[in-house]
């Protein structure tokens, strides 16, 4: 396999250790999370990137001196993580990837959903974070690349109102857009995973059929949705923060609308 720019190197045994306490005993890191952490630490400080392809079994079981065993159960961590993925054939390999944000989304949808969780609880908390977003950007100097994004992604969605299967997409790439002015990394991951979780869970609702009446009742919402962006997009060029107050009763009216009678249910993300 080809060798990335910046390849992992040092055995296992000299990787810091961090010793977790489970009850009243001490447990040491198995070889292959060291492993997977070392690779791990790599790919976030960028010295291996997107499309890096590792270096193969042989090499990497050299370099770090572990079993082909560990070594393979360290790749799967790092997938089951989205930072690897293994392409078959002659060209083949462990590959670094992107991490996907549905993957956490999953993950933090199981354990809402062992704590009892209801959708009406998750979409609360995405109402934490647009309204205050709303009013960060408000209070901007500069709101000209936000607004611009904002009204791309406003026109995607009035031209797919009669689309439902493209229409939630652009509706939530707004929003995305939304938080992703504030320029706080944090809160746009943590709003992703909120949303993710909602789609994941409305799935099968948009992929049903619907008949010819609840057709046109959805176009109608859509249309409502756009001429609330609309709105807000006002407010925040004449940078009113009033802006905050009115997409809280906006995401009310969705959250009642979206929601409906499944608000209340314990969160059951399809398989």
Known sequence: MARPSAAPAGRVSEVPLTIERTGAQ??????????????????????LKEGDRLPSEIELMERFGVSRPTLREAIRVLEMESLLRMRRGSH????????DPQVAARAVGVLLQLRRVSL???????????????RKIAESAETRPVLER?????????????????FPHCSWSF????VEGTRNETLTVLWQTIADIIELQLASRYSRP???GEAEE???????????ND?????LESHDTAAEAYWISHLTAVGDMLLGPDADTVVDLPD
């Open 26 to 47: 001490l447990r040491l890191p198995k070889a292959a999370e060291l492993l997977a952490a070392r690779i791990r630490g790599q790919i976030v400080r960028g010295e």
């Open 92 to 99: 083949g390999g462990a590959l670094v990837t992107a991490p």
């Open 120 to 134: 009406r609880d998750i979409h609360e908390a995405r109402m934490m974070i647009e309204p205050t977003a709303a």
């Open 150 to 166: 904002l009204r791309e992604r406003n026109e995607a969605a009035r031209a797919n109102v009669r689309d439902f299967r493209e």
């Open 175 to 178: 929003h995305k857009a939304l």
């Open 210 to 212: 619907m008949q010819p």
């Open 218 to 228: 959805q176009v109608r919402q859509n249309a409502r949705s756009v001429r609330a």
């Open 231 to 235: 709105r807000l997009l006002e407010l």
